[in-house]
């Protein structure tokens, strides 16, 4: 990660503040600012809100930060909140697939405001486990606020396909991201020896399941041929048909979770350095901001003129439990302008990043 990446102001101090207060006045600057940004370039009406959903996995308040949120904005009394939490970095498709549900059941032209952040002060590690660091060391403040709607009179992309796995019935996979107390009753996240290989199990599940719906038909005759043959010849050891999805996908968006996650799956995918540049550029201008980081990859895309009208794009998610949830998106008209989060760094980038650890 680069230098300029943001920690929550608790820890600026000798002893870090990770006091109740300190974490909602973390979640505030965040959420407030995203959503100011989000309703000055929609021009929306906050009494055009119909629903609002919020996810932060490790910081859950009481009154909830939806319920803040209702309040700072004087939302309306009949409007639908839900509050996400405990659902990990893939929590932000979770909420984009829960806002079409509810999109599909109430009246045409109704608005979802989802907004997905971490609050990282509360649950700064301060204990002697060196392992139980890691979460100090690649998490960082960010935040993001979308809206979706059956109106698509000014949407810019469409919704096509969210498709979520969760093996959380396998302990191993349950555990594999597991927050809990060290030896001294200091609070942490534990990750298993066996996260890559459940994450990429998770993966390839999630793969088999959204490929039916965006392959073309080529790659789903190859694959369902290889898959037949490994069946029946045995004694020949045929090699899994990974499917082409560069066919199926212009863009890629990748859980930001290291270099290590990026590297496995762009050699599982068999991507480009480019493909994957949006997600290591993310990395290292913003570090890992849990659910929100697919957001600032997208923008990263807007932000280099990338993106096409038609251009599809592939957010990956992963997040504990375990989960792999994916979202696929279709872009409708490609923003004007790259006054987002890149708009004061995007003339740098990208940087040469593989010499970093």
């Given at each position: 990660?680069?230098?300029?990446?943001?920690?929550?102001?608790?820890?600026?101090?000798?002893?870090?503040?990770?006091?109740?207060?300190?974490?909602?006045s973390e979640a505030e600057m965040?959420?407030?600012?995203?959503?100011?940004?989000?309703?000055?370039?929609?021009?929306?009406?906050?009494?055009?809100?119909?629903?609002?959903?919020?996810?932060?996995?490790?910081?859950?308040?009481?009154?909830?930060?939806?319920?803040?949120?209702?309040?700072?904005?004087?939302?309306?009394?009949?409007?639908?909140?839900?509050?996400?939490?405990?659902?990990?970095?893939?929590?932000?498709?979770?909420?984009?697939?829960?806002?079409?549900?509810?999109?599909?059941?109430?009246?045409?032209?109704?608005?979802?405001?989802?907004?997905?952040?971490?609050?990282?002060?509360?649950?700064?590690?301060?204990?002697?486990?060196?392992?139980?660091?890691?979460?100090?060391?690649?998490?960082?403040?960010?935040?993001?606020?979308?809206?979706?709607?059956?109106?698509?009179?000014?949407?810019?992309?469409?919704?096509?396909?969210?498709?979520?796995?969760?093996?959380?019935?396998?302990?191993?996979?349950?555990?594999?991201?597991?927050?809990?107390?060290?030896?001294?009753?200091?609070?942490?996240?534990?990750?298993?020896?066996?996260?890559?290989?459940?994450?990429?199990?998770?993966?390839?599940?999630?793969?088999?399941?959204?490929?039916?719906?965006?392959?073309?038909?080529?790659?789903?005759?190859?694959?369902?041929?290889?898959?037949?043959?490994?069946?029946?010849?045995?004694?020949?050891?045929?090699?899994?048909?990974?499917?082409?999805?560069?066919?199926?996908?212009?863009?890629?968006?990748?859980?930001?979770?290291?270099?290590?996650?990026?590297?496995?799956?762009?050699?599982?995918?068999?991507?480009?350095?480019?493909?994957?540049?949006?997600?290591?550029?993310?990395?290292?201008?913003?570090?890992?901001?849990?659910?929100?980081?697919?957001?600032?990859?997208?923008?990263?895309?807007?932000?280099?003129?990338?993106?096409?009208?038609?251009?599809?794009?592939?957010?990956?998610?992963f997040g504990a439990g375990y989960?792999?949830?994916?979202?696929?998106?279709?872009?409708?008209?490609?923003?004007?302008?790259?006054?987002?989060?890149?708009a004061s760094c995007i003339h740098?980038?990208?940087?040469?990043?593989?010499?970093?650890?």
């Amino acid at each position: 990660m680069g230098e300029e990446t943001l920690v929550p102001p608790a820890i600026y101090y000798v002893e870090p503040d990770c006091s109740l207060d300190e974490g909602r006045s973390e979640a505030e600057m965040v959420i407030f600012s995203t959503i100011d940004d989000l309703l000055a370039k929609t021009c929306i009406g906050l009494d055009a809100i119909d629903v609002l959903i919020t996810n932060c996995s490790l910081f859950y308040p009481v009154p909830s930060i939806a319920d803040r949120i209702v309040n700072r904005y004087a939302l309306r009394g009949d409007i639908r909140v839900i509050n996400l939490s405990g659902m990990g970095c893939s929590a932000g498709v979770t909420a984009v697939g829960l806002a079409r549900n509810i999109l599909q059941i109430i009246p045409s032209e109704s608005h979802v405001l989802v907004v997905s952040t971490e609050t990282l002060g509360p649950n700064y590690y301060k204990g002697n486990v060196r392992s139980m660091h890691l979460g100090n060391i690649l998490f960082r403040v960010g935040g993001s606020a979308m809206l979706l709607s059956t109106c698509k009179l000014k949407a810019r992309f469409k919704l096509a396909h969210v498709e979520r796995t969760l093996v959380g019935a396998n302990d191993a996979a349950y555990r594999c991201v597991y927050q809990e107390d060290d030896p001294e009753g200091n609070i942490g996240l534990t990750l298993s020896k066996d996260l890559m290989a459940i994450a990429g199990d998770t993966l390839k599940a999630n793969m088999t399941a959204i490929g039916a719906l965006v392959l073309p038909t080529s790659e789903l005759i190859k694959h369902f041929l290889f898959s037949t043959a490994r069946k029946l010849v045995h004694r020949w050891k045929i090699r899994p048909y990974i499917p082409d999805f560069r066919m199926a996908f212009e863009h890629f968006c990748i859980h930001v979770g290291g270099p290590a996650v990026i590297d496995s799956v762009q050699l599982g995918l068999s991507l480009s350095d480019e493909h994957v540049e949006p997600s290591r550029m993310t990395l290292h201008r913003f570090g890992n901001q849990s659910s929100a980081s697919a957001w600032y990859q997208l923008a990263y895309i807007e932000a280099n003129g990338r993106m096409r009208k038609g251009d599809r794009v592939w957010m990956i998610g992963f997040g504990a439990g375990y989960k792999c949830n994916t979202a696929v998106w279709v872009c409708i008209q490609p923003s004007p302008n790259a006054n987002g989060p890149w708009a004061s760094c995007i003339h740098r980038y990208p940087v040469d990043v593989s010499k970093e650890g």
